[in-house]
């Protein structure tokens, strides 16, 4: 059986935590990222399932570091967005 990836039809209303947070819900085992292995050379998938999983939690453990105790909206006084930027490619 193939995963049915669902569009999401907001207007672009949606932020991109809540953009994820759609594709966990609807397209669960839908896949998200592929990449080869390095160490085998297999072809790997994580879904949305499994990312939107490992966002939560990184969320969780930066709050707890942070001691805030979030929501999903956020009041104006609350403390800065942490953004955390990851770059893909070769390595040596």
């Not at 990836?5 to 907001?10: D, I, L, R, S």
């Not at 909206?73 to 770059?87: M, R």
Request: hydrophobic share 35%; proline share 8%.
């Amino acid at each position: 059986m193939t995963a049915q990836f669902t569009p999401v039809k907001c207007g672009g209303s949606l932020s991109l935590p809540q953009l994820y947070d759609f594709q966990r819900q609807h397209s669960p085992d839908f896949p998200l990222f592929a990449y080869t292995d390095r160490e085998n050379g297999l072809q790997r998938e994580l879904t949305y399932r499994q990312v939107g999983e490992r966002i939560h939690f990184a969320a969780r453990r930066v709050a707890d570091e942070l001691g805030i105790s979030g929501t999903a909206s956020t009041p104006k006084d609350s403390p800065p967005v942490i953004a955390i930027v990851a770059v893909a490619g070769k390595h040596s």
